[in-house]
């Protein structure tokens, strides 16, 4: 028999109800859960069944004819965007939540079958808003999904024609299109363990140059000055998509977020033309009280620097031709 | 005797409720935390946690394994229903080999022990061995092995949000080897799993909740 007598009763009901206690500090564990987390969760949690927004505009030709440079912000890091005939989207989002629990506030400002073709899926990172499963299934996949290092562990086979894995300053060329992964200050995991061993890793930006174009997207960074100058010692850029939330919207940010500040710094070391703000109002992280602030406050900073021309500031589902 | 009564019945009725909170205070909470037994385990929790923030605070990179092992001794929980007896369990489970065939062609389908959780719920066929401690309602514990194959197969977001989970597995236990098969889902990015298992002569029925990190 394996019938054990020595520690018999250890599991009786008496003593099962500690155990118990002890798993729910386990389960927070498991989830990885911080109180900055707990506090998203928490807030989420509350809107179960209310109703998401509607973009306040739907892009309805993703597509432009005779078109230099377009772009547009589908909400939170998405942003389509169009040089000439190539067609890039970054860190695509299109479902409701993230991770499941972290609910949107607003739609997608762009129905992704409405995309025939996407050249270029540029992935920054691996969090839950950033490389979403359910979303990328929604695209169309004859194109190139562009991944950071460490990332490719964690890409189900999408049926993508190509996925490349970069690490920083590494360089694709396909079709006359060149994509550089530059580095930034962000962490990456994505099950909240994993962030323990991909410390230095798993995040990256990218700058995109095409015929005479580049547009250089941050995805998820906190300011560095030094890796933001040396990006703009290397490349002529014309467009900056830079995250401005989630976080206090006084001083630069945080280590691993900008504030509309940050973002103003960012846009000004890497000497682009114009610079697009994104990664805000979209969802609520725990910290924002207001879904508007962080572009008020840019706005506010911008024009205090004399800088609002160079703002494009768009409406999730806007679209603009800036050449 | 009169005044005894009346008085008997007065400390009753006005101290129902703080009465029966003190109680619970005395009997659940302070005597479970002063057993050690609760103490053992809640040293253990913190022995892990501050191992990986003192790794942290120090800027010492843990490996994989030392932030992945502690992780696995977080034990299943387990019900199970058969003649003449039931209970509830505890189950550890182990992988010694995972073929993913929903992860990208670009990496090794093939897993061992650390198993990445997009590569196991975006579909996949998994081999484990598990070990039980099982207890009923008489006190008696019983110690069972297992060895299961499993296969998940993706149903929504790649899995992520939920994942079929079919399969049969062998446990021994009470010097007799039982096959069951076994169905059930996993959920919340493939970290909980809620699985059926099911044997017949005599009809035995397990329901488990499962964690699988990594």
């Known amino acids: ?323 | 005797m009169g005044v005894e009564r009346v008085s008997e019945k007065q400390s009753t009725v006005a101290g129902t409720f703080p009465c029966r909170f003190r109680y619970f205070l005395k009997v659940f909470v302070l005597r479970h935390l002063t057993r050690w037994g609760f103490m053992k385990h809640l040293l253990t929790l913190l022995a892990f946690l501050s191992i990986i923030s003192a790794a942290r605070a120090q800027d010492v990179q843990p490996t994989k394994v030392e932030v992945w092992f502690p992780f696995q001794l977080i034990p299943n929980l387990t019900l199970y229903s058969s003649s003449p007896c039931s209970g509830f369990g505890f189950e550890w489970e182990a992988t010694p080999l995972l073929y993913s065939f929903g992860i990208n062609k670009q990496v090794s389908p093939w897993y061992s022990f650390i198993v990445d959780p997009t590569a196991r719920f975006a579909g996949s066929i998994e081999l484990t061995a598990a070990a039980q401690v099982f207890t009923t309602k008489l006190g008696n514990s019983y110690f069972a092995y297992s060895g299961h194959l499993m296969a998940y197969v993706p149903l929504i977001e790649w899995g992520e949000k939920l994942t079929l989970n079919l399969g049969a597995g062998v446990y021994h236990v009470a010097d007799r080897s039982r096959v069951f098969k076994v169905a059930g889902i996993s959920t919340l990015l493939g970290f909980v799993h809620f699985n059926i298992k099911h044997s017949p002569n005599p009809t035995t029925w397990i329901g488990s909740l499962e964690f699988r990190v990594f």
Request: aromatic letters at 10%; proline letters at 6%.
């Open chain 1, 1 to 323: 028999m394996d019938r054990f007598t020595g520690i018999s009763g250890l599991l009786t009901r008496k003593r099962q109800l500690p155990v118990f206690a002890l798993l729910i500090p386990v389960l927070f564990m498991l989830t990885g859960c911080s109180s900055y987390v707990q506090r998203i969760v928490t807030r989420s949690l509350s809107r179960i069944g209310d109703p998401i927004d509607p973009a306040p505009r739907m892009i309805t030709t993703p597509i432009l004819p005779n078109t230099d440079l377009a772009v547009s912000w589908v909400g939170h890091a998405t942003v389509l965007i169009q040089i000439q005939d190539k067609i890039f989207i970054t860190d695509p989002f299109f479902t409701g939540s993230i991770g499941m629990v972290v609910k949107r506030y607003i739609q997608p400002g762009l129905d992704p079958s409405l995309l025939t073709r996407v050249d270029f899926t540029l992935i920054s990172h691996i969090h839950f808003d950033h490389f979403s499963y359910g979303s990328i299934e929604m695209l169309p996949k004859n194109g190139t999904l562009v991944i950071p290092l460490g990332a490719l562990r964690y890409t189900p086979n999408f049926g993508f024609k190509a996925i490349r894995e970069l690490k920083a300053w590494e360089v694709i060329e396909e079709d006359g299109v060149r994509i550089t992964a530059v580095p930034v200050q962000h962490f990456s995991g994505r099950y909240g363990l994993d962030n323990a061993w991909m410390t230095d890793f798993g995040y990256t930006g990218y700058v995109i140059e095409y015929r005479g174009y580049a547009v250089f997207f941050a995805g998820d960074t906190g300011y560095h000055s030094e890796l933001f100058k040396e990006i703009g010692r290397r490349f002529e850029i014309d467009l900056a998509i830079v995250p401005i939330a989630p976080g206090s919207s006084s001083g630069l940010g945080s280590r691993v977020h900008t504030s509309p500040l940050g973002a103003l710094a960012v846009f000004k070391d890497v000497g682009a033309t114009y610079m697009l703000p994104m990664h805000y109002r979209t969802m609520a992280y725990g910290s924002d009280s207001n879904l508007a602030e962080p572009i008020e406050r840019l706005r506010e900073v911008a024009a205090d620097e004399g800088m609002l021309d160079s703002i494009v500031d768009l409406e999730i589902g806007e679209q603009r031709v800036l050449y």
